[in-house]
């Protein structure tokens, strides 16, 4: 079974600083995608960044990019120039490429950006 | 891109009781969803709302407990049954468009006393 886990439950970051979330998985599966969602107090599931797995280079949105690493099956989000605005739940989530759109969600990383 | 609204935001119900939580779209959409996000955790899939026909629930969940309708491709309810203080959590419907691309509602709160 598909799995996905945040060993990170908080993480704090000063402004204008970089913070990373890590985030693994388990698949047996070749052909998936992965992606962080942000969810701030409003409860609103926002998509930050999405990566296929069959692409080697890694997905940037502006100040948010990842370190996917298919043979370790991690996938990490870097935060760069840290606003105050990016304080939320961060979840990493699995999807198989099956048509399904069923994801498998992460715990979740709580960011804290300390003015 | 697609809007979705859900009514309740949010209820405190007493235990044995049922809510049906309302998840309506903007657009026609092509799938739809309902998830449980527990106090302090993850999002974990209830079922995928079929329309016209009886929801595809995962393992854990039931139709007796919650279920769903999905009468066109724009509205679709879950129904909490019976319910408990373990089903004090948030419920979020979420919809996959014709473009593929994936949006989930703002979340119903529930609380159960």
């Known amino acids: 079974a598909q799995t996905v886990t945040q060993s990170q439950p908080e993480m704090s970051v000063q402004e204008a600083e970089t913070v990373t979330l890590s985030c693994t998985y388990d698949?047996?599966?070749?052909?998936?995608?992965l992606f962080w969602y942000k969810q701030p107090p409003s409860r609103q599931m926002i998509l930050v960044i999405r990566?296929?797995?069959?692409?080697?280079q890694n997905a940037t949105e502006n100040r948010f990019s990842v370190n996917f690493q298919k043979a370790a099956k991690s996938f990490s989000l870097k935060i760069s120039d840290s606003q105050l605005g990016d304080a939320a739940m961060y979840f990493c989530?699995?999807?198989?490429?099956?048509?399904?759109?069923?994801?498998?969600f992460g715990t979740g990383t709580r960011l804290k950006v300390l003015a | 891109s697609a809007v979705i609204s859900q009514k309740p935001s949010r209820d405190i119900c007493q235990r044995g009781t049922s809510l049906t939580i309302q998840c309506q779209v903007d657009?026609?959409?092509?799938?739809m969803f309902w998830y449980r996000q527990q106090p302090g955790q993850s999002l974990t899939l209830i079922a995928t709302?079929?329309?016209?026909?009886?929801?595809?629930?995962e393992s854990g969940f039931v139709i007796d407990k919650f279920p769903i309708s999905r009468p066109n491709l724009t509205f679709s309810t879950l129904t909490v049954s019976n319910m408990s203080p373990e089903d004090s959590s948030i419920y979020l419907c979420?919809?996959?468009?014709?473009?593929?691309?994936?949006?989930f509602g703002p979340g119903t709160r529930l609380t159960v006393t």
């Open positions: 989530a699995y999807n198989l490429d099956s048509g399904t759109y069923k994801y498998i």
């Open positions: 698949t047996s599966e070749s052909d998936y995608y």
């Open positions: 979420s919809v996959v468009t014709a473009s593929y691309e994936q949006y």
């Open positions: 657009s026609q959409v092509t799938m």
């Open positions: 990566q296929e797995a069959y692409k080697q």
């Open positions: 709302a079929n329309q016209g026909s009886e929801a595809t629930y």
